[in-house]
Structures are given as structure tokens and as C-alpha cells.
């Protein structure tokens, strides 16, 4: 009998499919109030599952810092005119904060004609503990690193992006003894890359960990109680992902969008469940290069810029909660406060860090400009970890299709790889 090969994305999907049916059915067994509940809990739930699912997260985690510092010093020491990189640097730029402004103006529209938060009385029991967002003047200083080992320590994405970026820039400007150190760069990026593929093996299980535990402890009835707002979200999140991308890729770089999303499937899997476009980076890498055929001068600066600043997901999140937690406490915003918001959370995006949850903190900041009670996210945080998962394969999209629209102007995409119909 012949063997069926699976490819990577049909092994993630089996390991969501399977996750979720798991946690799905040691919750209804746990409500049943079964004798042995506290011990399968103990070892599955907060044993085996939450072991698999933190040690894969941490093992992606690992590889984020290295190749981030690897790959930009490798783009931007081969590249030959250093006036490049500044193009590349405004494009980029630029299309990731038009996009960002594109998805929370579709955002506060969608939710103003719905109004999702009119006729919901819920009252918050607590507060959550959210750590102060840092201001735009913040983010701005520190994105200039004083130690840079310490900031690779710490995981500070801008302060590393900066700091590889004039690195690389110090290589290309020394000429021949330059060469040598980017010949070593070189050869670091592609072990670094195959160590990639050595954990994307593992990835249907690491996967198949986390979705169990998720599903495990998941409250229905609070995203019950908050459908509205839920499905709006979730709108809204498809709208930019299915309309404005695609739209994008056509106009700007004569691409296919349907092929766009075949080839960057595992991808978004791997963010669906990761919740983290940080940790999801080194695939997101992988995907884009070799599968969409962008050269990876320009693949390794576009994409660690953008899963550090591109945030369209969670800026579509911070607009709908925004006018949510309005209409749930009676306040009324005028159209200023709806552009503030806008501005808002536009810039907001280039201090989210790519990691789970972390647009709540970033939504406190919202919340704040516009004088709404910092207290309503409690009213979202029952049903935000599934969105969570959602809006974080939508900012990877996002980071894709930049990276694909700033190849094309440059000249760097690989056309007849874009539309490769080789195995993904």
C-alpha cells in the first residue's frame, strides 16, 4: 500500500483539528465533576500539554533573536548602494502604517453601524493588571540600543533591527575586509535557516499542545455573552486580510492573491496557534523566501520591521473595543476622539511587541487618549485569546504582502517562484 506524504501545513491542521477535539473533551469531562479530574488535569492539562506547547513556543523563540541579527546584517551588507536601504526603510514604512491606518478606520466603521456594545450590561469585577504602555516619545529613545548585547538579552526587536541594520551598513562601507565578515554572516544565516527546518518538523505536535490546553480552559459562555463584539472583530479582521491585502498585491505588484495566500498557509498556522508573529518570524522568513520568491536582501528588512511595527490585527482589535466599551458605559465619542483613537493606535504599533496578549497592554493607551474607563477591557478579556490567535495571522499577512509589494518595486521578487506550483 502506498504511503500518503502529508506536507507541513496538513500535519499543523491535523494538530489543530485533534488539539482542539482534545481540550474540547477533557473540559465537558471536567464539568462532569469526574472523581479523577484533579489528576488528569495535573498531568495532561498542566503536565504534558502545557510542557509541549511552552517548550515549542520557547524553542521558536530561541531561533528570533539570532536570525533577526543574522539576516539583517546579511541584507544590508550585500546590499551595493547604501541609498537602498533608505528606500527600502521609507517604503516599508509607510505602507505598513497606511495599512495599520487602513485596518482601525475599518475597524471603528464596522463597529459604530453594528454598535455591538448597546444593549450589553456587564459590569467589570476587577481590574486588570496591565503594565503601563510606553508613550510614542518613549518608543522613539529606546529604539536606539546603549547596550546591544543587552538588548538581544532582552528580546528589544526595535533596538536589535537598529543596531543590525548599522552593523551591516559598517560591513558594506569597509569594502574587502567587509567581505570576509559578510562571507561568515552568510554562512551563519544558513544554518541558522536549516535549524529553522529542523523545528518546523516538530511543529504538528508543539501545536497539537498548545490547542489542547487552549481548548481545555477556553470559557464558552464568556465569548457567548459577547458575541457581538466577537463576530465584529472577527469581521473586520477577515475584511483587511481578504480585501485590503489582496487589493494591495494586485494594485501595487500585479500579484496573485489566491496563489499569495496557498503559498503562506503554514505561516498563518503557525501564527493562528503561536498567537506571536516574534516566534512565528523564523517561518514567516522561510515561507517568503523560498516559497514567494522574495530576495532575501529585501525579505531580511521588511520582515523583522514588520513583526515589530505591523500590527493591523491588533489595531483592528483596539478599535472595535474601543467603541465597544464606549457604548457599554454610555459615552459618547465625537468624531475627534474617533480620529484620535485612529492616530492612536496607528502609532501605538510600532511599541506592540509580536508576542500574545499584548495588545491589551497597547489598548490601555487607547483607552486613555480618549477618555474611556481603562478598566472596560476587563469586558474582552474572556474572549480575547481567540482573537488573539486571529489577528496574529492577519499581521502576518500583513508583513507578506509588504515584503512582496516592496520586492516588486525593487526588482528583488522571483516571479517564477511566486507562482511555483511545486509542493508547499
Not at 496607528?346 to 483607552?367: D, F, K, R
Request: net charge neutral.
Amino acid at each position: 500500500m502506498r504511503k500518503i506524504k502529508l506536507s507541513l501545513s496538513a500535519k499543523i491542521l491535523m494538530g489543530m483539528f485533534f488539539g482542539a477535539c482534545t481540550g474540547l473533551l477533557l473540559q465537558t469531562f471536567l464539568q462532569n465533576g469526574n472523581l479523577s479530574a484533579p489528576w488528569i488535569t495535573a498531568f495532561f492539562i498542566d503536565g504534558v500539554f502545557r510542557v509541549g506547547g511552552e517548550v515549542f513556543i520557547a524553542s521558536l523563540m530561541m531561533l528570533v533573536v539570532p536570525l533577526v541579527f543574522v539576516s539583517l546584517v546579511c541584507g544590508t551588507s550585500a546590499l551595493s548602494d547604501i541609498s537602498t536601504l533608505g528606500k527600502l526603510g521609507i517604503k516599508s514604512l509607510s505602507l505598513y502604517i497606511m495599512t495599520t491606518a487602513i485596518a482601525i478606520t475599518i475597524a471603528i466603521a464596522l463597529a459604530l453601524y453594528v454598535s455591538p456594545g448597546h444593549g450589553v450590561e456587564l459590569t467589570p469585577n476587577t481590574q486588570p493588571g496591565l503594565s503601563e504602555a510606553p508613550s510614542l516619545a518613549d518608543v522613539v529613545i529606546n529604539m536606539m540600543p546603549r547596550n546591544p548585547f543587552q538588548s538581544m538579552a532582552e528580546g528589544n526587536m526595535l533596538q536589535i533591527i537598529v543596531f543590525s541594520v548599522l552593523f551591516g551598513i559598517a560591513i558594506a562601507m569597509v569594502g574587502a575586509r567587509g567581505k570576509v565578515v559578510a562571507s561568515f554572516f552568510s554562512d551563519l544565516n544558513t544554518i541558522i535557516m536549516q535549524l529553522v527546518l529542523i523545528l518546523m518538523k516538530l511543529a504538528p505536535y508543539g501545536i497539537f499542545c498548545l490547542m489542547a490546553r487552549i481548548f481545555s480552559e477556553l470559557s464558552w459562555h464568556a465569548i457567548g455573552s459577547l458575541a457581538q463584539y466577537f463576530f465584529v472583530v472577527m469581521a473586520a479582521l477577515f475584511a483587511h486580510a481578504l480585501i485590503v491585502y489582496p487589493l494591495l498585491l494586485k494594485v501595487f505588484a500585479g500579484l496573485n492573491p489566491i496563489t499569495f495566500y496557498k503559498k503562506i498557509r503554514s505561516a498563518l498556522l503557525f501564527g493562528f496557534s503561536t498567537s506571536s508573529s516574534s516566534a512565528t518570524l523564523p517561518v514567516t522568513m522561510e515561507v517568503v523566501t523560498n516559497r514567494l520568491g522574495v530576495h532575501n536582501s529585501v525579505s531580511s528588512f521588511t520582515l523583522p520591521l514588520g513583526a515589530t511595527i505591523n500590527m493591523d490585527g491588533t489595531a483592528i482589535m483596539q478599535g472595535v473595543a474601543t467603541v465597544f466599551i464606549a457604548q457599554v458605559y454610555g459615552i459618547d465619542l465625537s468624531l475627534t476622539d474617533y480620529l484620535m483613537v485612529i492616530l492612536t493606535a496607528t502609532l501605538a504599533s510600532i511599541g506592540t511587541a509580536g508576542v500574545p496578549g499584548v495588545g491589551l497592554i497597547m489598548l490601555a493607551m487607547v483607552l486613555q487618549q480618549v477618555g474611556l474607563p481603562v478598566e472596560g477591557i476587563a469586558l474582552i478579556i474572556g474572549v480575547d485569546r481567540l482573537l488573539d490567535m486571529t489577528r496574529t495571522a492577519v499581521n502576518i499577512s500583513g508583513d507578506a504582502t509588504i515584503s512582496c509589494i516592496v520586492a516588486k518595486s525593487e526588482s528583488k521578487l522571483d516571479q517564477a517562484r511566486f507562482y511555483s506550483t511545486s509542493p508547499n
